[in-house]
């Protein structure tokens, strides 16, 4: 099965930028959708970006005009561009990969350990 891992999170002052990455490593037949979402403290999990296989994206409305999603296949790594960061931008930031296991009527999910964002002068 697959274990993506985050990486890029960090501490960062109002208006700037960072960049997430995922990288999907173990054994599949093949990846569908992946995604990033965030948890901030006291609040449920919510989805912040996703990019399909044939690369239709979709962005929470909080996020629009300020992320970006892109994915590589070749290196099976999905990105995060997060500009004109906010405070309330703060929380920890998952990767989620849809992908098919040992064939395509084999459909899992995986989830990543998160990284902490935290947007603060």
């Known amino acids: 099965q697959v274990q993506p891992v985050e990486s890029g999170g960090g501490l960062v002052q109002p208006g700037g930028s960072l960049r997430l990455s995922c990288a999907v490593s173990?054994?599949?037949?093949?990846?569908?959708?992946m995604g990033w979402y965030r948890q901030a403290p006291g609040k449920q999990r919510e989805l912040v970006a996703t990019?399909?296989?044939?690369?239709?994206?979709t962005y929470a409305d909080s996020v629009k005009g300020r992320f970006t999603i892109s994915r590589d296949n070749a290196k099976n790594t999905v990105y995060l561009q997060m500009n004109s960061l906010k405070p309330e931008d703060t929380a920890v930031y998952y990767c989620?990969?849809?992908?098919?296991?040992?064939?395509?009527?084999?459909?899992?999910?995986?989830w990543g350990q998160g990284t902490q964002v935290t947007v603060s002068s």
């Open positions: 990019i399909m296989s044939g690369d239709k994206t």
């Open positions: 173990g054994t599949f037949f093949r990846l569908n959708a």
């Open positions: 989620n990969v849809d992908y098919y296991y040992r064939n395509l009527y084999d459909p899992r999910s995986g």
